[in-house]
T-cell receptor
Framework: KQEVTQIPAALSVPEGENLVLNCSFTDSAIYNLQWFRQDPGKGLTSLLLIQSSQREQTSGRLNASLDKSSGRSTLYIAASQPGDSATYLC???????????FGTGTRLQVFP | GAVVSQHPSWVICKSGTSVKIECRSLDFQATTMFWYRQFPKQSLMLMATSNEGSKATYEQGVEKDKFLINHASLTLSTLTVTSAHPEDSSFYIC???????????FGQGTRLTVV
């Protein structure tokens, strides 16, 4: 059974810092991995998707890497801003299924 | 990207009543939709897979008689929480895969409070 874990569970940093959020999964037979952002009481915003054949994806200040063999992904946030404060979730999908297994989440707070 | 609309965004109901949540794919057809549940400060847990024209597939530990799922058309899936209890209070969110895209598209979520 696939299990997805994220560390740290919570993070509080001053703005301007570069951040690394970690995601690990137990079964390396994934089809893709997605990173989402969730604001309190809100739905999910898709940030980045990495196919199993890819090693990284970039969007603005965000960069996500994937090491499938070791079961790890990292989300790198450059020059963090207070507006980045949210919960970040990673999720993996397997082959022949569209359902996602979500990680435990990292609650990020960036203070001015 | 594709749009998935979920309604209502929040609902308060009395214990013992039933609540229906709708999930619609607005600009594409979805033969499959997924229903997730999220308790406060916890991650999303898959409850069931909704299949158009057939029975839903429930994850282990999810009561199918309590969480009724109907996927009557290619653009609509509904989740009905029957005989709701306070412990059913949670954030429910649906998603639909869009053929041609590999990312998942999510509804806005429904905050259910049972009093």
């Amino acid at each position: 059974k696939q299990e997805v874990t994220q560390i740290p569970a919570a993070l509080s940093v001053p703005e301007g810092e570069n951040l690394v959020l970690n995601c690990s999964f137990t079964d390396s037979a994934i089809y893709n991995l997605q990173w989402f952002r969730q604001d309190p009481g809100k739905g999910l915003t898709s940030l980045l998707l990495i196919q199993s054949s890819q090693r990284e994806q970039t969007s603005g200040r965000l960069n996500a890497s994937l090491d499938k063999s070791s079961g790890r992904s990292t989300l790198y946030i450059a020059a963090s801003q207070p507006g980045d404060s949210a919960t970040y979730l990673c999720a993996v999908s397997g082959y022949n299924t569209d359902k996602l297994i979500f990680g435990t989440g990292t609650r990020l707070q960036v203070f001015p | 990207g594709a749009v998935v609309s979920q309604h209502p965004s929040w609902v308060i109901c009395k214990s013992g009543t039933s609540v229906k949540i709708e999930c619609r794919s607005l600009d594409f057809q979805a033969t499959t939709m997924f229903w997730y549940r999220q308790f406060p400060k916890q991650s999303l847990m898959l409850m069931a897979t909704s299949n158009e024209g057939s029975k839903a597939t429930y994850e282990q530990g999810v009561e199918k008689d309590k969480f009724l799922i109907n996927h009557a058309s290619l653009t609509l899936s509904t989740l009905t929480v029957t005989s709701a209890h306070p412990e059913d209070s949670s954030f429910y969110i649906c998603s639909a895969p869009h053929r041609g895209d590999t990312e998942a598209f999510f509804g806005q979520g429904t905050r259910l409070t049972v009093v």
